[in-house]
T-cell receptor, first 113, second 113 residues
């Protein structure tokens, strides 16, 4: 079963626009991570935000975390055609299950040139 | 490129057969996790191996089994294949279990007919 719900399921924007994707989860977490996947290939780690952090930046990426609402958002600024991919949030809990990541169903982003 | 490799890239099997998928972890990583990703879904955790021992298991039947070798490479074995086992199988390696970043391989696409 998946913990995360992502919204929207699909997003289509023009190059240069900003893209915002949201993720909600159900249980307490240690950290939340965002991944990108191109055309059913392997996952690329984008950014990790810990439960005691509220915002994190990496290049054109900005992630926020609201643990009281159990939600996170990923903002990609000044999008490029190369950003076209599926984006997944994944949570890591406090259980003793090692590094079990629980993924959402993903947002499919299409950036049109 | 994460340094995590998987073989084979694609595989077609018949219902009832058995399959073995292989994963080589990134240098220095002693933990390997396996995930199943059905079409249009987020990855689901199958199990994790740490220093050759299973270190957590998701909600998968016993016909999904694994091994980790002294060089920390890993195998995923699936017996009595079912049509629903058709998916992308991803492995990820990390420095240790727990809160460490996971680096994913490109995946093996399994089709069961």
């Amino acid at each position: 079963s998946q913990q995360g719900e992502e919204d929207p399921q699909a997003l289509s924007i023009q190059e240069g626009e900003n893209a915002t994707m949201n993720c909600s989860y159900k249980t307490s977490i240690n950290n939340l991570q965002w991944y990108r996947q191109n055309s059913g290939r392997g996952l690329v780690h984008l950014i990790l935000i810990r439960s005691n952090e509220r915002e994190k930046h990496s290049g054109r990426l900005r992630v926020t975390l609201d643990t009281s609402k159990k939600s996170s958002s990923l903002l990609i600024t000044a999008s490029r055609a190369a950003d076209t991919a599926s984006y997944f949030c994944a949570t890591l809990g406090f259980s003793n299950q090692g590094g079990k990541l629980i993924f959402g169903q993903g947002t499919e982003l299409s950036v049109k040139p | 490129e994460t340094g995590v490799t998987q073989s084979p890239t694609h595989l077609i099997k018949t219902r009832g057969q058995q399959v073995t998928l292989r994963c080589s972890s990134q240098s220095g990583h002693n933990t390997v996790s396996w995930y199943q990703q059905a079409l249009g879904q987020g990855p689901q955790f199958i199990f994790q191996y740490y220093r050759e021992e299973e270190n957590g298991r998701g909600n998968f039947p016993p016909r999904f089994s694994g091994l980790q070798f002294p060089n920390y490479s890993s195998e995923l074995n699936v017996n009595a294949l079912e049509l629903d086992d058709s998916a992308l199988y991803l492995c990820a390696s990390s420095l240790k279990p727990g809160v460490y970043e996971q680096y994913f391989g490109p995946g093996t696409r399994l089709t069961v007919t």
